[in-house]
């Protein structure tokens, strides 16, 4: 793997359309890499798409009345229905063009959320929307608590990290239940397809968008976003911390395809968890044993995951 | 012509949303509201309507799917009940200060706790605020006329706010009444399809939804309320329309035999049926009683109200709806206040009645208005209770 | 450019607050959020793009030589730029100096 991109094609990011729809002059925080990943999105989806955002950061840093960094059409209803409105603008935009009322065209219907609107809130309208097949790509913009209202923990955030309502006490060292496995949740639906990312592989996601866009029904894309504000990291070491939780494991990259599991990055040895953890404020408290704890979860989640991936492809190779 | 059938209310309800040609239709199972998103299901899965009728996971979705829909430049629908409306009304409150044009019927009914399926008016008088057009209806006919009337509205460009329809559940819904539909040229004729101001298409991009900081906050909800007053002249306009294409013609504030009347009833939804008897026996005993409707709730019509009741000494109010530790009932509340500055104000005595389907015979409105012309001063109890 | 906030009067809202004039956030400035601004080294710079793809505020043009520039009207100093470099060709510095 080379330092700083996946693929190795080091000279790719040239090439990309240097378009955005998603503009600068959002208020994000310094280093946001979930600003990133939504950028990254945006540009992969191009013009031909509509968003329905839950409330979050994202929401936030991107439409201040009377301004807005969307140039796509864009809107925000509440915090916990994201995918309920995205139902509602796929339905109307299908029955609208059956009815000869707007011309026919592919028009791309995203639903976007952080995971405290995926993975808690919002989970019954996004498992709804899952469960009905509309054609609309659902992105978890997932930095592991709820960061716009201050850093409280989610069912997102990983175990042991010091939130605002998890903290690192002398008696409870921090969040003590384990991240919730949204994808796998995506997956139990039986949607086509189901893939995380992380704005450290912009490639990587910007292909699974991609992707998601160009298959009929529901996709769901999970995308780890770094926080530093929330995860007490220098920003500029962002990225680096979205690489070092695929390679230590903590956050593998994968792919769902019609019930096929795919190891994006299948890495035969992962990078103690230790180093992944020892550069993030949130984790400082974390003792030797807590950190075995994580290690050997980690190693067992993964573990699953390539058995998941080998039953899958049983025979199709 | 038209044509006059027996049918279900909720049938014919379920049948000029589908005349009205809807494009998208959420909703979610709560009684009493069931049978008329049956019946849409129905005429979407046998291809009599062209639409999308999406069976949301819950209320809040159903709302949520018609602010996307809607804002996406489809006409849509949805009907719920008492819970129902408690859960999406977070949404309630977000589709009028965004401006679709949605229509809702509500099957009124009776808000938890104790769990009660039955009719009064708690449900819709727990949102009284949320910023949609509310009228109140009496019977079938008009039901059916208000999903018509409700798009006309809501849709106009010099309103493009969302429209709710309060028909009694159980004893509007789940009855039998002759119904005199409308032929479908004339439906078409008086309610266009839809065309949005914005809409979310690629083609322009909009933004809708964005926040508002305590800088420009007040000047949205300005214009918010400014564009509930005046919407008034358009439903004004759409009735007067409606009125000259079917002889249906519908008031903000309708009365029955007011002429020379010293007291006056208030009602509000199909109670006013039952209340009309009683009036009729009153005034047959040679009493100056009449009736007064409130149909238009929001924008409440203050004007019309004042005239309708000008020559009273004393003004009965029939709410179906307590305001716990408050002034009696909602509607006896707005009363007050748009009576208050009369140099000459009526005796106000307002009674909380019809809770949760306790039934109100035309005696009981007898024996209402009895009671307040022999008990003075301005009071307001729960009629009828077990002491 | 869509006028201030607090210049704003009821009337010049948008029915439902709509905002018809896309993308307008990017008259916003927040490269006055800066502390540390890069510095670009182009003799160093090998045309990769690494900065561009990876910088959250769009603050990065890709020249037409395939050199880059940073728009310090947006840039708010994170220092990914920096970090991510593959041939150290940015560095920051104190915005005093």
């Not at chain 2, 006919?141 to 010099?158: C, K, L, M, P």
């Not at chain 2, 309320?225 to 002889?247: H, I, N, R």
């Not at chain 3, 010049?12 to 916003?28: F, H, K, R, S």
């Not at chain 3, 505020?57 to 840039?75: Q, S």
Request: charged share 20%.
């Amino acid at each position: 793997m080379d330092k700083n991109l996946d693929r190795l094609n080091v000279y790719a990011s040239r090439l990309i359309s240097q378009k955005e729809y998603f503009v600068p002059g959002h208020r994000a925080c310094q280093g946001c890499a979930e600003a990133l990943a939504l950028r990254l999105v945006a540009k992969a989806l191009g013009r031909n798409n509509v968003i329905a955002s839950a409330t979050g950061c994202m929401e936030i840093v991107s439409s201040p009345l009377p301004l807005t960094s969307w140039n796509v059409p864009w809107i925000h209803v509440a915090f916990e229905n994201a995918a309920a409105v995205a139902s509602g603008i796929e339905a109307g935009l299908k029955v609208l063009m059956r009815k000869g009322r707007i011309p026919p065209k592919r028009i791309n219907v995203m639903a976007m959320a952080g995971d405290g609107g995926t993975s808690d809130i919002g989970l019954q309208a996004l498992s709804g929307a899952m469960e009905r097949g509309h054609d609309f790509i659902y992105v978890c913009f997932d930095n592991e608590a709820y960061m716009n209202t201050g850093i409280q923990r989610s069912s997102s955030t990983p175990f042991g990290a010091s939130t605002t309502t998890s903290p690192a006490g002398s008696v409870v060292p921090g969040q003590t239940t384990w991240k919730k496995n949204m994808p796998e949740i995506a997956v139990a639906h039986n949607i086509p397809y189901v893939a995380t990312a992380c704005s450290s592989y912009p490639f990587d996601l910007m292909e699974k968008v991609k992707k998601a866009a160009a298959i009929e029904g529901p996709a769901y894309i999970h995308i780890l976003s770094v926080c530093p504000t929330g995860w007490r990291l220098p920003p500029q070491m962002a990225i680096h911390a979205g690489r070092l939780a695929v390679e230590t494991g903590m956050f593998p990259l994968y792919e769902v395809e019609q019930g096929r599991y795919h190891l994006n990055i299948d890495l035969s040895e992962l990078r103690p968890i230790e180093e992944y953890l020892k550069i993030q404020g949130r984790f400082r408290h974390l003792t030797p044993e807590m950190i075995e704890q994580i290690q050997q979860r980690v190693g067992e989640e993964y573990e699953k995951l390539k058995k998941k991936v080998r039953m899958t492809n049983e025979g199709q190779e | 012509m038209a044509t006059r059938v027996g049918m279900e209310v909720s049938i014919a309800a379920a049948e000029a949303v589908k005349q009205a040609n809807v494009d998208v239709i959420a909703a979610y199972p709560i009684t009493p509201q069931t049978h008329i998103v049956e019946h849409l299901s129905e005429v979407v899965n046998n291809g009599e309507l062209d639409a999308e009728f999406i069976p949301v996971e819950s209320e809040h979705s159903a709302m949520s799917v018609c602010t996307g829909s809607s804002a996406a430049g489809a006409r849509s629908f949805t009907c719920t009940s008492s819970q129902g409306l408690a859960l999406m009304s977070e949404i309630v409150y977000i589709t009028s200060s965004l401006r679709l044009p949605i229509l809702m019927l509500l099957a009124n009914r009776s808000l938890s706790g104790p769990l009660s399926i039955w009719n009064d008016h708690t449900d819709v008088m727990s949102i009284r605020d949320c910023g949609w057009i509310q009228v109140f209806v009496e019977n079938g006919q008009e039901v059916y006329d208000h999903v018509f009337i409700g798009y006309r509205v809501a849709e106009d460009r010099n309103v493009l706010l969302p429209f709710m329809v309060n028909l009694d559940g159980f004893v509007l819904t789940h009855v039998i009444e002759p119904i005199e539909f409308l032929d479908q040229e004339i439906v078409d004729r008086y309610l266009p399809p839809y065309q949005p101001k914005y809409s979310l298409h690629p083609d322009h991009p909009v933004t809708m939804g964005a926040f508002a900081t305590p800088a420009l906050y007040t000047e949205t909800k300005k214009a918010q309320t400014e564009s509930l007053t005046e919407a008034m002249p358009y439903v004004l306009k759409a009735w007067q329309e409606f009125g000259d294409m079917t002889g249906r013609y519908y008031h903000p504030v309708e009365t029955y035999k007011t002429e020379g009347a010293k007291v006056v009833l208030v009602t509000q939804g199909s109670l006013s049926e039952t209340a009309t008897l009683a009036i009729d026996s009153l005034q047959g005993a040679g009493e100056p009683v009449g009736l007064v409707k409130i149909r238009l709730w929001r924008p409440f019509p203050f004007e019309e109200f004042k005239e309708a009741v000008a020559g009273a000494d004393l003004v009965v109010v029939m709410d179906r709806a307590i305001s716990y530790g408050g002034p009696g009932g909602p509607l006896a509340s707005e009363i007050r206040s748009a009576l208050y500055a009369q140099e000459k104000r009526p005796r106000i005595v307002n009674f909380i009645a019809g809770i949760a389907g306790r039934d109100v015979a035309p005696e009981d409105f007898v024996h209402m208005i009895q009671q307040a012309q022999e008990r003075p001063g301005e009071w307001y109890e729960l009629y009828g209770v077990r002491e | 450019m869509a006028k201030p906030e607090h210049e704003i009067t009821w009337k010049e809202l948008n029915v439902g607050c709509v905002i018809d004039e896309p993308g307008n956030a990017a008259a916003y400035r927040t490269g006055d959020w800066r502390s540390q601004r890069p510095v670009y080294n182009k003799d160093r710079c090998i045309r990769c793009g690494t900065c561009y793809i990876f910088c959250p505020d769009m603050a990065i043009k890709i020249l037409a030589d395939g050199y880059i520039e940073h728009d310090l009207y947006y840039c708010k100093g994170c220092g990914i730029c920096v970090e991510e470099c593959p041939t150290d060709a940015i560095t920051m510095v104190d915005e005093e100096e």
